[in-house]
């Protein structure tokens, strides 16, 4: 199998198997308890912290851990809502975040608050001017994506989030950073969001972990759980400790080579892109500056055509994003994409494991396969 959907879900690392395996089997105390098992369990969740927080560039007691992106998203979003009260009802998001932020900004204004939703460029990009011109006295949160999920462009989060608190200082700035962690260098202490998601799986770390970063600038932030005071009070409920532990060896096994894997898989994307745009019937979509997302169409075969012909040969691709099955991709939509080039979109993406030989016959298969029926 050539697997190319790692920004869907990425192989869990043999560090992070080896970390979950030993806490099923020997490290399964409580965290909370009181004897020395329990004990040894709460040492091993602070060092897990701490190597989190070390690839995030954080400090280790603003890290907290949730169960994956989308749930650090809504976190971000409904507890801004509600630690600002009645201080403002705007709210600055662009229109191709990922749903776990778009359907929150939905729920908040059924409820009365006003979302600016920023408009990307045909490259998928989203600009400070816009961000600029949408800030407005009364804005309380600004979310903004640090990587596109589907076409991957790169949004300046460091110049928004330094716009944002010079404009509205009482501001609070999110970004969902789940396509950008350790793809995209950053450090939390010195990037300006007051708000940070990430999520385990993307990094080859087990599925049902992530964290949200808080900033101390955010003294007291609204609870997502309420109940008996884990993760300092702010998500109560026992930890789920082999996810967690398997999230924190993956960061540790990935930030040691992150740059260089980064600079690799970009140099294969290029030149993946460069063969693809040498076929008749390739559209590329996006600015594809991330390194390990491409957005691709071939109009005139559907997208789920091209997906059974590539699974035929032993190829995984996804069509757009992998959460959102069975509708149009908002994010080409919103880039003003042609319907025949939304309806044939589909994502590709690499990982460290990636490589050039497996992208060497993803582009044979589509050459000798499936352009021959573009219409």
């Known amino acids: 199998m050539i697997y190319l959907d790692n920004s869907a879900t990425t192989k869990p690392c043999a560090e992070a198997v080896a970390a979950m395996t030993q806490a099923l089997t020997e490290g399964w105390g409580n965290p909370s308890a009181l004897y020395g098992f329990g004990i040894d369990a709460a040492h091993a969740l602070r060092a897990a912290r701490g190597r989190v927080a070390d690839a995030l560039g954080a400090e280790p007691d603003r890290v907290f851990f949730t169960s994956g992106g989308t749930e650090a998203d809504n976190w971000a979003v409904f507890g801004t809502v509600k630690r600002m009260g009645k201080r403002g009802k705007h709210i600055v998001t662009t229109a191709i975040e990922h ?47 640090m990587v596109n999920n589907e076409v991957g462009s790169v949004m300046p989060i460091a110049q928004m989030a330094k716009l944002t608190r010079r404009l509205c200082p009482d501001a609070i700035f999110h970004t969902d950073a789940v396509q950008g962690f350790l793809k995209i260098p950053f450090s939390a202490r010195t990037l300006g969001a007051d708000l940070i998601s990430v999520s385990s799986h993307k990094v080859h770390g087990p599925k049902g972990a992530g964290a949200l970063y808080i900033s101390p600038r955010l003294k007291s932030f609204p609870p997502l759980l309420l109940g008996g005071g884990q993760e300092g009070g702010y998500r109560s409920g026992t930890e789920g400790t082999p996810a967690i532990f398997g999230f924190a060896a993956a960061c540790a096994a990935v930030s040691s080579t992150a740059r260089e894997d980064a600079k690799r898989e970009k140099a294969m994307i290029d030149h993946l892109t460069e063969q693809l745009s040498c076929l008749e019937g390739i ?55 042609a319907p025949e080039v939304i309806d044939a979109s589909f994502r590709i993406s690499l990982c460290r494991d990636t490589t ?19 219409l």
């Open 99 to 145: 749903h776990a932020v778009l359907n929150c900004m939905k729920e908040l204004e059924a409820q009365g608050y006003r979302v600016t939703y920023l408009q990307p460029d045909a490259a998928g990009r989203i600009s400070l001017e816009s961000l600029k011109q949408a800030l407005s006295p009364d804005t309380i949160l600004v979310s903004v994506m």
């Open 283 to 337: 559209v590329i979509n996006g600015a594809h500056e991330a390194p390990h997302i491409l957005s691709v169409s071939i109009p005139g075969v559907p997208v789920q055509n091209t997906i059974n012909l590539l699974q035929d040969a032993g190829v995984c691709v996804s069509a757009g994003s992998a959460c959102a099955k069975g509708h149009r991709s908002h994010v080409l939509t919103a880039m003003k994409a």
């Open 356 to 374: 050039s030989e497996e992208l060497d016959a993803l582009v044979r298969v589509i050459r000798e396969h499936i352009l021959p029926r573009v």
